[in-house]
């Protein structure tokens, strides 16, 4: 493995961008109840890295990245995100809150960026 920025393409540097945010964001709090918050280490946010395991690895090996294989990771990284953001959906007073956090929300900006990273990495594989 290496790590040569100057000779991957744009979608490689995004999908290591979007990596590295991603696991940054498990620092920030991803469950916000105004006095207390959690952040992503305690939520077991770190379990949703698993997606971005394959991209990241080809990247860092300069080797091409499977489309199907990269969007089924990526895609899965933005729907399990989503729905992970939906569970925080708590009732108060009658009235629909969601306490997701900041890092949750960077999070599943991340996970849509890793989508365009791989689509552009398939483009410029072509």
Do not use: H
């Not at 590295?20 to 991803?30: G, I, Q, R, T």
């Not at 395991?53 to 860092?60: A, K, S």
């Not at 809150?97 to 996970?111: D, E, P, R, T």
């Amino acid at each position: 493995m290496e790590f040569n920025w100057k000779s991957w393409s744009n979608g490689q540097r995004l999908i290591f961008v979007s990596s590295a945010v991603a696991v940054a964001s498990l620092l920030l709090p991803w469950a916000d109840m105004g006095l207390i918050s959690v952040n992503g280490f305690a939520q077991q946010g770190y379990l949703l890295l698993v997606f971005f395991i394959y991209p990241f690895y080809q990247v860092l090996k300069s080797n091409p990245i499977k489309p199907v294989y990269g969007f089924i990771s990526s895609g899965l990284a933005v729907i399990c995100s989503i729905s992970f953001s939906l569970s925080k959906t708590v009732e108060v007073f009658e009235t629909s809150v969601n306490l997701s956090g900041s890092g949750l929300v960077l999070f599943i900006i991340c996970s849509i960026t890793l989508v365009i990273g791989v689509y552009m990495a398939r483009e410029q594989n072509k």
